[in-house]
């Protein structure tokens, strides 16, 4: 994986999901806990955030931004750590795991990083949940499906927003047909104070900078044009 370190404590992760899109995790290195933002395509993307945070004796919190997949193949590396998710996701991994989640792992067996193995979430919530000796926040923003969350470092300003959309060539593109829960995501988003936003996918061979809060005023074009069709 290609490692980023976008602020003083936040570091991105890339790695390739499948021919279209490369998946970001990240690492927030707390005061008291360090968080892993999704747990990606398998055991080693996991072993390498892992190495990178090395023994510095602080308890991992690991975070499933939504059920797919390739946000959750990793967790039973982690399964004696907290696993936070919102109470839909982990009632979908444990719904689907047999049947769309395992599918899911043959049609990406060809990107899968290590093993995967089923592991559910340990830790739900339902509006949000907040560390705030560390600084974080982690709440519902249900857009690209019902379940998904976004995590707010309020330390480094950071924002990860999952899949409720992504950045490219300078637009946003709406990773959901919802269009009044694509509102209620915006008007969220702008209730915090971010400087930099991570979205979880971008196109491989894609350099773009990680963008800004001038993402709110892409998002609005977009659900715009979305809203005149």
Same mark, same amino acid.
Request: glycine share 8%; aromatic share 8%.
């Given at each position: 994986?290609?490692?980023?370190?976008?602020?003083?404590r936040?570091?991105?992760?890339?790695?390739?999901?499948n021919a279209?899109?490369?998946?970001?995790?990240?690492?927030?290195?707390?005061r008291?806990?360090n968080?892993?933002?999704d747990?990606?395509?398998?055991?080693?993307?996991?072993?390498?955030?892992?190495?990178y945070i090395g023994?510095?004796g602080?308890?991992?919190?690991a975070i499933? =931004?939504?059920?797919?997949?390739?946000? !959750?193949? *990793?967790?039973?590396? /982690?399964?004696n750590?907290?696993?936070?998710s919102? %109470?839909l996701?982990?009632?979908?991994?444990?719904r689907?795991?047999?049947?769309?989640?395992?599918?899911?792992?043959?049609?990406?067996?060809d990107?899968?990083?290590?093993?995967?193995?089923?592991?559910?979430?340990?830790?739900?919530?339902?509006?949000?949940?907040?560390?705030?000796e560390?600084?974080?926040?982690?709440?519902?923003?249900?857009?690209?499906?019902?379940?998904?969350?976004?995590?707010y470092?309020?330390?480094?300003?950071?924002?990860? =927003?999952?899949?409720n959309?992504?950045? !490219?060539d *300078?637009?946003?593109? /709406?990773?959901?047909?919802?269009?009044?829960?694509? %509102?209620n995501?915006?008007?969220?988003y702008r209730?915090y104070?971010?400087?930099?936003?991570v979205p979880a996918?971008?196109l491989p061979?894609?350099d773009?900078?990680?963008p800004?809060?001038?993402?709110?005023?892409?998002?609005?074009?977009?659900?715009?044009?979305?809203?005149?069709?």
């Amino acid at each position: 994986m290609k490692k980023t370190k976008i602020s003083n404590r936040n570091t991105i992760f890339r790695t390739a999901e499948n021919a279209s899109y490369d998946l970001i995790l990240g690492v927030i290195l707390g005061r008291r806990h360090n968080f892993i933002i999704d747990t990606g395509m398998g055991s080693n993307n996991v072993a390498e955030m892992l190495d990178y945070i090395g023994a510095d004796g602080k308890p991992i919190i690991a975070i499933n =931004t939504h059920a797919h997949g390739d946000h !959750i193949f *990793g967790n039973w590396v /982690l399964e004696n750590q907290t696993i936070v998710s919102h %109470r839909l996701c982990r009632e979908i991994i444990d719904r689907e795991w047999d049947g769309k989640i395992k599918k899911e792992i043959d049609e990406t067996k060809d990107f899968i990083d290590g093993e995967v193995r089923k592991c559910l979430p340990n830790l739900t919530f339902e509006g949000s949940i907040s560390f705030p000796e560390d600084g974080i926040t982690i709440f519902l923003s249900p857009f690209h499906t019902v379940d998904c969350i976004s995590v707010y470092d309020a330390v480094d300003k950071v924002l990860y =927003t999952g899949d409720n959309f992504g950045v !490219i060539d *300078g637009k946003a593109a /709406l990773w959901g047909e919802d269009l009044p829960a694509c %509102r209620n995501m915006i008007d969220t988003y702008r209730q915090y104070d971010f400087d930099i936003c991570v979205p979880a996918h971008v196109l491989p061979g894609s350099d773009q900078p990680q963008p800004g809060r001038e993402v709110l005023g892409l998002l609005e074009a977009a659900l715009l044009e979305a809203e005149r069709k």
